[in-house]
């Protein structure tokens, strides 16, 4: 079994800047793709950016260039640093690992004020 724990959302203004962090503990055996995910309510839950087990990253569209995803494995942990942010990024954003199971962390809310 493996856990996900998601910290760093919170309130910031529009242009503003935060960092989130995702640890995972448990039963991890190997360096797993990790990515970041975030839900609006009443949306689908959508990729924000993964990062493969050799450091490859992709990232939606919307936050290329503003957003960027890091891991350090010794650490069990992944990050999302998310620079000028905006309005229409707020959502709970969720941390994904992708093992011999799929894992879901529980979310942590971020709310961007214009």
């Known amino acids: 079994q493996v856990q996900l724990v998601e910290s760093g959302g919170g309130l910031v203004q529009s242009g503003g800047s935060l960092r989130l962090s995702c640890a995972a503990s448990?039963?991890?055996?190997?360096?797993?793709?990790m990515g970041w995910y975030r839900q609006d309510p009443g949306k689908q839950r959508e990729l924000v950016a993964r990062?493969?087990?050799?450091?490859?990253?992709n990232y939606a569209d919307s936050v290329k260039g503003r957003f960027t995803i890091s891991r350090d494995n010794g650490k069990n942990t992944v990050y999302l640093q998310m620079n000028s942010l905006k309005p229409e990024d707020t959502a709970v954003y969720y941390c994904?690992?992708?093992?011999?199971?799929?894992?879901w962390g529980q979310g942590t809310q971020v709310t961007v004020s214009s």
């Open positions: 990062i493969n087990s050799g450091g490859s990253t």
């Open positions: 448990g039963s991890i055996r190997s360096v797993y793709p």
């Open positions: 994904r690992l992708e093992g011999p199971y799929t894992y």
